[in-house]
T-cell receptor
């Protein structure tokens, strides 16, 4: 599985969009980009995933660059409850094995 | 409601003692996983099971054991051979090799 690079921490004002970047320059053609988040002392929560196209669901949007070497998770209107550690993971969908969670980005939403 | 239930939420282990962490899911998922998380660190895979009566070691299986006698249950035993067991333990499940893993709320294990 390809490695990812994320900034260790970010702040965002409440109500504003939070844009969390992720670099995955060694991603291969069959690897998906997944985003999870972990609120303090809880289990990780799935947010969204994608292969090539941009994706949107009720929680967030995922923007993947055309060369797939980087992506951005967008929380359109951040709330205090979005304060968490956000993990970007690249992985082949069919391996059936683990997700390699790194140290992620600690997002703090500021009132 | 469907989900993954881990118990207990907090657990204390004495020196030389084996302890068992429970993980139950009612999502009808085939695959289940155990991860360990240390403070400020990412998750590391201990064991995983893709079907009943079968499981494989992850990256840090030493000092741990598991069983998968039922589809719904995947208990993890932290044995006395695990010299540094203090950590946050997370159980997850997925629909076979599916793309999404769903996590329980975790068990925090400490050593007395």
């Amino acid at each position: 599985d390809a490695k990812t690079t994320q900034p260790p921490s970010m702040d965002c004002a409440e109500g504003r969009a939070a844009n969390l970047p992720c670099n995955h320059s060694t991603i291969s053609g069959n690897e998906y980009v997944y985003w999870y988040r972990q609120i303090h002392s809880q289990g990780p929560q799935y947010i969204i995933h994608g292969l090539k196209n941009n994706e949107t669901n009720e929680m967030a949007s995922l923007i993947i660059t055309e060369d797939r070497k980087s992506s951005t998770l967008i929380l359109p209107h951040a709330t205090l409850r979005d304060t968490a550690v956000y993990y970007c993971i690249v992985r082949v969908a069919s391996t059936g094995n683990q997700f390699y969670f790194g140290t992620g980005t600690s997002l703090t939403v500021i009132p | 409601d469907g989900g993954i239930t881990q118990s207990p939420k907090y657990l204390f282990r004495k020196e030389g003692q084996n302890v068992t962490l429970s993980c139950e899911q009612n999502l009808n998922h085939d695959a289940m996983y155990w991860y360990r998380q240390d403070p400020g660190q990412g998750l590391r895979l201990i064991y995983y099971s893709q079907i009943v009566n079968d499981f494989q070691k992850g990256d840090i299986a030493e000092g741990y054991s598991v069983s998968r006698e039922k589809k719904e249950s995947f208990p993890l035993t932290v044995t006395s051979a695990q010299k540094n067991p203090t950590a946050f333990y997370l159980c997850a499940s997925s629909t076979g090799p599916g793309p999404i893993q769903y996590f329980g709320a975790g068990t925090r294990l400490s050593v007395l």
